[in-house]
T-cell receptor, first 114, second 114 residues
Framework: KAGVTQTPRYLIKTRGQQVTLSCSPISGHRSVSWYQQTPGQGLQFLFEYFSETQRNKGNFPGRFSGRQFSNSRSEMNVSTLELGDSALYLC?????????????FGPGTRLLVL | AQKVTQAQTEISVVEKEDVTLDCVYETRDTTYYLFWYKQPPSGELVFLIRRNSFDEQNEISGRYSWNFQKSTSSFNFTITASQVVDSAVYFCALRWNYGQNFVFGPGTRLSVLP
């Protein structure tokens, strides 16, 4: 079974631009979560989508948004990029959106904002 | 508030040594799950183990073992006879019943030297 895939793997943007990252979950998985990883803040939860609905949201500004499609694929958008948005963005999928579910992570998209 | 502490920032051992990675968590929920993930240099988080709050049995999987103690709110991870391939950053994570998804510890960077 193919794992979680994320595109693109690397991205360079400038301040003020916007960016869209894509995540394809493991086949059959309906929940997709997004995380931001930086050296200073570590791994932080952004949001979770299940059945095209946002289920949980972390403490990030409204510039960070996402959506999920009927095939469970998810996109994350960051508008008006800031230097501090430079990070590794990780997507994780699980079968369902429940406490006991294990999340399986993709390789991440490394975003650099100049 | 929910929190995960990994006091060891970096650990270096020589191959074949045993090493224990510490994880201390905080939560007021009685139902929660604890996880360990490994992040090799490639960046993708690899799931290692999941444990729920009602199951304090220790677990052994090959060279890996986990010690869960609710009395001390700890979920420690031991690698026996470490190998160079074990070099990675290891994250302990907590998932509880309400609110945000996962909270991750800051990670412990393990270097196994030949």
């Amino acid at each position: 079974k193919a794992g979680v895939t994320q595109t693109p793997r690397y991205l360079i943007k400038t301040r003020g631009q916007q960016v869209t990252l894509s995540c394809s979950p493991i086949s059959g998985h309906r929940s997709v979560s997004w995380y931001q990883q930086t050296p200073g803040q570590g791994l932080q939860f952004l949001f979770e989508y299940f059945s095209e609905t946002q289920r949980n949201k972390g403490n990030f500004p409204g510039r960070f948004s996402g959506r999920q499609f009927s095939n469970s694929r998810s996109e994350m958008n960051v508008s008006t990029l800031e230097l501090g948005d430079s990070a590794l963005y990780l997507c994780a999928s699980s079968l369902e959106s429940s406490l006991s579910e294990t999340q399986y992570f993709g390789p991440g998209t490394r975003l650099l904002v100049l | 508030a929910q929190k995960v502490t990994q006091a060891q920032t970096e650990i270096s051992v020589v191959e074949k040594e045993d090493v224990t990675l510490d994880c201390v968590y905080e939560t007021r929920d009685t139902t929660y799950y604890l996880f360990w993930y490994k992040q090799p240099p490639s960046g993708e988080l690899v799931f290692l183990i999941r444990r729920n709050s009602f199951d304090e049995q220790n677990e052994i999987s090959g060279r890996y073992s986990w010690n869960f103690q609710k009395s001390t709110s700890s979920f420690n991870f031991t690698i026996t006879a470490s190998q160079v391939v074990d070099s990675a950053v290891y994250f302990c994570a907590l998932r509880w019943n309400y609110g945000q998804n996962f909270v991750f510890g800051p990670g412990t960077r393990l270097s196994v030297l030949p």
